[in-house]
């Protein structure tokens, strides 16, 4: 895989910093994109806001310059959201898709024209097990991931003549800065993280390890038969329905 070049938006922390730095561990050149241009070594860092086009052009450019051309995207900048269908005005669902969603759109339309100058291409997008399994107070980033499930799957019938392949991720509950963040502002965040990984089967949460190594699965040539897949990364949540422990 040396030589394959990557940009990974929202990579300067979490699960987009956990995979740029494991794409760099196996030969990409990897571009993160993301507000954060502080990334470690050998990562390049460029400044991209996804919910301006202009912003979006110019980073993927960059990032396209330098390398001289592209062959991965990996579309994981996004934000979260809580609350029913009643909780969000119009602004704030209308400010959450436009990250989750539109931002994604924006990076894949600004790069497509260098990936099908690859013969190594390779979208891959970070969904979310709330795609496909409904938790409370979730309707808001539930629906965008939704669609982020459907854009996967229309886009790799789109570019598959192409030469694209177009895949996305599904995590569970994952341990990332977003999540502790959650936690910290609960009146008992030990007792939140308790019940966040009670949630799922394998009684803990994905790690964003676990979840960067599905992407660069997904991303590399080993998955070159692979299109238009969702892969739960989820602890067994989307699936299984095992029995608790037995208690006295």
Request: with cysteine.
């Amino acid at each position: 895989m040396t030589g394959l070049r990557a940009i990974v938006t929202g990579g300067a922390s979490g699960i987009g910093l956990a995979t740029a730095s494991l794409l760099a561990e196996r030969g990409y050149r990897v571009a993160t994109l993301d507000l954060n241009t502080d990334v470690p070594a050998p990562l390049m860092g460029l400044r991209c806001d996804v919910t301006d086009d202009a912003s979006v052009r110019a980073a993927v450019a960059e990032a396209a310059s330098a390398f001289g051309g592209l062959d991965v995207v990996v579309n994981n900048a996004g934000i979260g959201a809580q609350g029913t269908v009643e909780e969000n005005d119009d602004a704030e669902w209308s400010r959450v898709f436009d990250v989750n969603v539109q931002g994604m759109v924006r990076v894949s339309r600004a790069a497509l024209p260098h990936l099908r100058e690859s013969s190594h291409a390779a979208i891959v997008n970070t969904c979310s097990i709330v795609a496909t399994a409904g938790l409370p107070r979730r309707a808001l980033y539930g629906a965008t991931k939704g669609a982020v499930l459907s854009l996967t799957l229309n886009m790799a019938a789109d570019h598959l003549s192409e030469g694209i392949r177009v895949n996305c991720v599904n995590p569970g509950t994952a341990d990332t800065p977003w999540i502790n963040r959650l936690l910290a502002a609960t009146d008992d965040p030990a007792a939140e993280r308790v019940a966040l990984e009670a949630r799922q089967p394998s009684g803990r949460m994905v790690t964003a390890d676990e979840v960067a190594a599905a992407i660069a699965y997904l991303a590399g040539p080993d998955a070159s038969a692979t299109t238009g897949v969702a892969l739960a990364i989820d602890g067994g949540m989307q699936g299984l329905r095992v029995r608790p422990p037995a208690t006295r």
